[in-house]
């Protein structure tokens, strides 16, 4: 079931995809950026405005337009702002009481959300888990000392009991096992959705 509303919501996402990029973009760039989708997006997720706007890249290309390539670029500054859920709250976690707070939490969660940021090798920077209207950012630097970093790896034991949704997952993974031994186990039980999202699109690799 998870799956199949994780497969609408991107369906609902790529068809808005043309309406959001388009008033964005110069029409030289977002012609380029219609071709380009056109050649991997699965035919049912290709909306209207895509393909006008792919054909009239075929029609510079025609006419020995300058800008006749599909190799695009978009600034970042141009992508449209993402904000968090109206009402999701983010608390930045790097104390014993504020792991106290986030496992008496994480407990009573159906299903979360896991990512990391780190530097090093080895290492680990933040520990990012995102509940139904809360997202929680646990400090993982080893300058915290063995007591919180101890708390903190009971509290990602309880954290990964639950249903846990990860996106390219691979990395993270490796980290977090480095990180608290004993998470090795449940993390092989991490939904990552990064290779349903490719299957869906036809994206073999």
């Known amino acids: 079931l998870r799956a199949q509303n994780f497969t609408s919501n991107f369906e609902r996402l790529a068809q808005t995809f043309s309406t959001c990029v388009a008033g964005r973009l110069s029409e030289n760039a977002w012609c380029a ?36 390539s599909q190799e695009w670029s978009v600034e970042l500054a141009d992508l449209p702002p993402y904000n968090l859920p109206h009402g999701t709250t983010t608390i930045w976690v790097d ?23 780190f530097g090093g090798a080895q290492s680990l920077a933040v520990i990012q888990i995102a509940l139904q209207d809360v997202c929680y950012l646990l400090d993982a630097r080893a300058c915290l000392g ?39 186990q ?11 999202a490719r299957r869906r699109l036809g994206l073999l690799q």
């Open 95 to 117: 104390s014993l009481e504020g792991l106290d707070d986030f496992s008496k939490r994480i407990v009573e969660a159906d299903a979360v959300g896991i990512d990391t940021e």
């Open 33 to 68: 950026v219609a071709a380009d989708a056109l050649t991997w997006l699965p035919r049912d997720l290709q909306s209207d405005q895509l393909k006008e706007a792919a054909d009239r890249a075929v029609e510079r290309r025609a006419k020995g337009s300058q800008h006749a």
């Open 146 to 184: 063995e007591s919180y970093l101890g708390r903190l790896g009971s509290a990602l034991e309880l954290a990964f009991q639950q249903t846990v949704f990860g996106w390219s997952f691979r990395e993270d993974s490796r980290r977090l096992a480095c990180f608290h031994e004993p998470l090795q």
């Open 186 to 196: 449940p993390l092989q039980r991490v939904n990552d959705l990064q290779p349903l």
